[in-house]
Structures are given as C-alpha cells and as structure tokens.
C-alpha cells in the first residue's frame, strides 16, 4: 500500500519569501507523484506532475517539484510568494502499473501569505 | 466546454433521508471519481468508475451507491443519510491512462442533521 505525509498542516511565508511545502511518499515502487492547489470554496487544479523522465518538475504559476528517489520525497518550491498563492495544497501518488487508477491523497497543506 | 460540473451546489439532509449528487463531464473521459473531503484528512476515495456501466468501490465506499449509466455522467447517492457523511463531495474525471491528469468538479456542500 501507497501513502502520502504532508509535513506541516499550516505554512506561512512572508510575500516575495520562498516557498516550501514538503511531501513524502511511502510505495514499494516509485509512483506517479502530482501536486494539486485547491482556492477557497473551489476544487482542485493541477499545479505539477512527474512521471518519467527529468526529476525537477515546472508547473503553473511559478511553482516547481523535484522528485528524489533516495529521500522518496517531492518537495514544492516557488522562489517568491505572492499573495494570490494562498491556498491549500495537495500532494497525490497514483502506482505506475497500468489498471490501478486510484489516487491517494496527502491531509493538505494550507498556505498563508504575509503582506 | 464546461469541464466538469456538479449538481447541488449545496443541501442540507436530515438523519436518514436519502439524495443523489450528479457529476457531469463533457470532456469525454472515460474515468470518472468521487471523493469526500474532510477537514484533516484531505481527499479520500469513495468509489471510481473506468467506463460506462462500470462501477468500482474505493477507500471509504460504506453507504454510498454510484451508478455510470451514461458516459458523461456518474451518480454518487445516499439511501439513509448519516450526520457522519457530512462533508464536501468532489466528482473527478480523467481519460483513462495512468498519467493522466485528474480535472475536479466544484464540489458539493453536504450538511446531515
């Protein structure tokens, strides 16, 4: 079985202040790995994906994820905060064998941005 | 193209009555999802299906029935609401392969009294 932890339920930067919203995953085989936001009272967009090939991920609105294999870890990144950052966000794994279609969430990590 | 669209918005059920949530998707996706979201505990899977008339149970299946009888919709009902199915539903859709991106409803407000 897949897990996903989310490290930190509530993080706050300061605006123009890096980003960081870490995820760990626990799977016997590296999974497809995604990083979802979801704005106040909406659902959930795609920010990133990785599934093969280079492991530093670009996504929208200047976020990034870097998957490492020996930390089991794919960590989100956005070098400035802007205030239209805050939001909660998702870190998901879907196993890489073909029939199994089932994501599996982490609990979220709400982002707050200071002025 | 209105991606994918939920029906109610909100609703509010007393102990034991009964209601059908509507997802419908007009992307032509084969797989279609439910979850429920709850404070502290993210997204989790209530059923899936991988095309029409088929139905799948996920992680927390109890008390909810789907149906998939169409292709662009899937029906998540309730037969005898509970104040523990309290919660935010969400319908997803994908096309079908491993990789791909999962596109989410709104999401729906439920309230059991």
């Known amino acids: 079985a897949q897990s996903v932890t989310q490290l930190g339920s509530h993080v706050s930067v300061s605006e123009g202040a890096l980003v960081l919203l870490r995820c760990n995953y626990s799977?016997?085989?590296?999974?497809?790995l995604f990083w979802y936001v979801q704005y106040p009272n909406q659902g959930l967009q795609l920010l990133l994906k990785?599934?093969?090939?280079?492991?530093l991920v670009k996504g929208i609105n200047g976020f990034e994820a870097e998957f490492k294999k020996s930390e089991t870890s794919f960590h989100l990144t956005k070098p400035s905060a802007h205030m239209s950052d805050a939001a909660e966000y998702f870190c998901?794994?879907?196993?890489?064998?073909?029939?199994?279609?089932?994501?599996?969430f982490g609990t979220g990590t709400r982002l707050t941005i200071i002025p | 193209n209105a991606g994918v669209t939920q029906t109610p918005k909100f609703r509010v059920l007393k102990t034991g009555q009964s209601m059908t949530l509507l997802c419908a998707q007009d992307m032509n996706h084969e797989y279609m999802y439910w979850y429920r979201q709850d404070p502290g505990m993210g997204l989790r899977l209530i059923h899936y299906s991988v095309g029409e008339g088929t139905t799948a149970k996920g992680e927390v299946p109890d008390g909810y029935n789907v149906s998939r009888l169409k292709k662009q919709n899937f029906l998540l009902g309730l037969e005898s609401a509970a104040p523990s199915q309290t919660s935010v539903y969400f319908c997803?859709?994908?096309?079908?392969?491993?990789?791909?991106?999962?596109?989410f409803g709104p999401g729906t407000r439920l309230t059991v009294l």
């Open positions: 799977s016997s085989v590296p999974p497809y």
């Open positions: 997803a859709s994908s096309p079908g392969q491993t990789t791909d991106t999962q596109y």
């Open positions: 990785y599934t093969t090939g280079a492991t």
């Open positions: 998901a794994v879907r196993p890489t064998m073909i029939g199994n279609e089932k994501l599996t």
